[in-house]
């Protein structure tokens, strides 16, 4: 069975061929920053959504379907960037994703209206879609090189560029338009593209059994066999819970603190930062956790406590309290689903980094319009407390597949 930290390296030079640990620095550098970016951008988007909202005269359930765009756009995307990983190598794929996401994100404050805002956030969910496939797949092979489980710390990178860019998105949310920001994000990510990109795509991705006939060579992705497709998608269901609870504190988190709670604007989108802030530090004692816990306790346990702070955060009477809760749910949610997503990896290559992601951001294609329709419904906070429910559904879920395994040939 393959394992998160097995063995399976092999270099551009030959199979089995050792890298060098500068090049290894410099790709694990490189890839961080992509994350970072990743998270800034999104979270920059993300709390600007109240403001938007309004401009575009949305009621919840318009937004909800709005924000559909994002989802549907990364889903639709995710596939096909398996493929393009498969045929050009997932370090083009990155730098190209990169700078699309930061093109797109200037469009959703130019809308007026819920269609022209959901027609916008496709192509911004396509970009966002395209990036983490591909620079999951990156990350996934460089953990094969370096015979270590370091992917949380990837993510531990975007959660941290989510908390900044949250952190300053609520600093200029009330001195600065949503276009006037969302435009200066544009700016900054691709600088940051231009100064990253070059790293990756002088370095070829270490070669792994998945990646040994190298782009171009294998256009089409073999298809996953048997029990290998199984597993890997009993781990995109894991990864599903996992972003349905993500995508929900990033769209609904900071409105739920304004709207039902009476926070300050500044507070509600410190409510995100606080959020992102404790995954963060989840994540990057992640590989800690897993050399000592194993993945199936990190899974179960992060599963029930992220349950426990979302009852928290949704059902909460106060404002200090919901933020107690938004942090607890932080941290039990930081390293879901990076196992899950570097588990489909270890299993199938970029295949499998795309179907799990797929599944997992069909969590964040469900997430936006159910808790907006359940909002309408009932309220926010009830609509809410399906992030507690499916967090603890991966943990049930995880403890179940703590047996599986793949036998040889697929």
Known sequence: MPLLNKPRTAVPGGPGAPIASPSLSRLRTALTVFFALDGFLFAGWVVRIPAIKEQTGSSASDLGLALLGVSAGAVVTMT??????????????????????????????????PLALGLVLLVFGAAYGGVNVA??????????????PVMPS???????????GAGLGGLVAGGLSP?????????????????AGP??????????????????????PRRLKGRTRR??????VIALCTAYGEGAMADWGALHLEQDLHAHAGIAAAGYSLFALTMTAGR???????????????????GTTAAAGMLLGA???????????????GLGLANIFPVAVARAGALAGPGGVAAASTLGYGGMLLGPPAIGFLADWFSLPVALTTVAALAGGAALIGYSARRMSVPQGG
Not at 154 to 164: D, E, K, P, T, V
Not at 284 to 302: F, I, N, P
């Open 154 to 164: 990837f993510h531990a990178a975007f959660s941290l560029g989510g908390m900044i």
């Open 199 to 220: 790293v990756l795509l002088r370095h070829p991705a270490p070669v792994t059994e998945h990646t040994a006939k190298g782009p171009g060579n294998d256009p089409a």
């Open 135 to 148: 620079m999951n797949s990156a990350a996934v092979d460089l953990v094969a090189a370096m015979r270590r």
């Open 315 to 329: 059902l909460a009477p106060t404002v200090w309290l919901a933020l107690i809760g938004f942090a607890v749910t």
């Open 179 to 195: 276009t006037a920001h969302l435009i200066a994000l544009t700016a900054i990510g691709l600088l940051v593209t231009a100064a």
């Open 284 to 302: 990057l004692s992640g590989t800690a956790l897993l050399e000592r816990l194993g993945q199936t306790r990190t899974l179960v346990a992060g």
């Open 80 to 113: 096909l960037t398996g493929r393009l990983c498969r045929r050009y190598g997932s370090h083009p794929v990155t730098v190209a994703s990169g700078a699309l996401m930061s093109l797109s994100i200037a469009l959703p404050p130019l809308t007026h209206s």
């Open 231 to 236: 597993i890997v998608v009993v781990f995109g």
